[in-house]
């Protein structure tokens, strides 16, 4: 395949996304009626979350999976809390009123071992500020208004990241304490091209990466059962697709060591302390753990596995994903053998 063909293959691409954006604009039904009609089977829908636990059941697992079931729909109505609302809320408050303690006074820190995966919060900003590196960021602040400028600060942080979208949200916990949180996300590399002939639209193109932030969580000592405090250790970018950063991304000089950092300023300021922020296990049951932070916000992951390992990037091509594109097109338009 010559670079002409390549071009001409994008760029019909490119043409056939922008008549599509053209096609549906002009094709769209009534805003304002689908609006109407969504609200209000939201809203019935969502009234008869957490209702199960009014019902009447013989066995303790038929409870405990209709709690699991009612988080999930609660989750994909929401995408995971960040279209949540005050129905939302509330289907989540009236789940909590069944749940809330359950696990928590028989648990050990062994009992948090493993990869969850983050599927609801509280907080529309719940999937970033789940991790130690927030987390430990939040803890810094040491009056209301302080914590309130933070808030607002990672309004701002997710409206930033509106460009991109937001995949996995995973916590690796190992044995003996460490955390890595992993924040995958991804964006359009060309969103807007234009072609004044061919209309417009982007090009299918995506740079991925994952924000990791490595951090130690530990129970409180002398505390009540379910207080733990994390701290942070490390951040870093794992698995981006940017061909000739990626190497350097995984290196050791692609590493924040953000301990060492803090270890330094307490040597030298004696009146700072390494962050810590404080959590409160609020259920941990039939794989569902459910954390809170200090602002309140309410975390919810459920258990995929027990592995304790990382997701390893090593599959993942630095190429921006052109060889997949070629590879596609050529599969399904030109059907030439490569």
Not at 115 to 125: G, I
Not at 151 to 174: E, N, Y
Request: glycine content about 10%; aromatic content about 8%; hydrophobic content about 35%.
């Amino acid at each position: 395949m010559t670079f002409l063909h390549l071009f001409l293959a994008l760029a019909l691409l490119g043409g056939a996304a922008g008549f599509s954006h053209q096609y549906r604009h002009k094709c769209r039904p009534n805003a304002s009626r689908m609006t109407r009609v969504v609200r209000l089977a939201s809203s019935n829908y969502l009234d008869s979350i957490g209702d199960s636990e009014t019902t009447t059941t013989t066995t303790t697992t038929v409870k405990k999976s209709t709690h699991l079931s009612d988080l999930l729909r609660l989750s994909a109505t929401t995408l995971r809390g960040e279209q949540g609302d005050e129905d939302s809320k509330e289907a989540y408050a009236r789940i909590l009123e069944g749940i809330e303690g359950k696990g928590v006074e028989g648990s050990s820190e062994e009992d948090l071992v493993g990869t969850w995966s983050l599927v609801y919060s509280t907080s529309a900003e719940g999937l970033f500020r789940s991790s130690p590196f927030f987390l430990t960021a939040r803890a810094v602040c040491k009056t209301d208004d302080d914590a309130d400028k933070f808030s607002w600060f990672c309004q701002m942080h997710r409206k930033a990241l509106a460009i991109s979208r937001i995949g996995k949200v995973k916590q690796i916990i190992k044995e003996g304490g460490e955390v890595v949180n992993e924040f995958n996300t991804i964006a359009g590399a060309i969103p807007f091209l234009k072609f004044s002939l061919l209309g417009s639209g982007g090009l299918p193109i995506e740079i991925e990466g994952c924000i990791t932030s490595t951090g130690v969580i530990g129970a409180v000592e002398g505390g009540d059962k379910g207080e733990y405090n994390i701290g942070m250790k490390e951040v870093k970018i794992a698995g981006s697709n940017i061909p000739g950063l990626r190497s350097v991304l995984d290196s050791e000089y692609g590493v924040l060591d953000t301990k060492r950092l803090g270890d330094f300023i307490e040597s030298v300021n004696q009146n700072y302390d390494n962050p810590k922020a404080p959590l409160k296990l609020v259920s941990l049951f039939d794989g569902i753990r459910i954390v809170r932070d200090e602002s309140g916000i309410d975390y919810v992951y459920v258990k995929e596995s027990d592995d304790q390992k990382p997701t390893d990037f090593g599959t993942r091509d630095a190429d921006l994903g052109f060889l997949k594109l070629i590879e596609g097109f050529n599969d399904n338009v030109i059907k030439a053998f490569i």
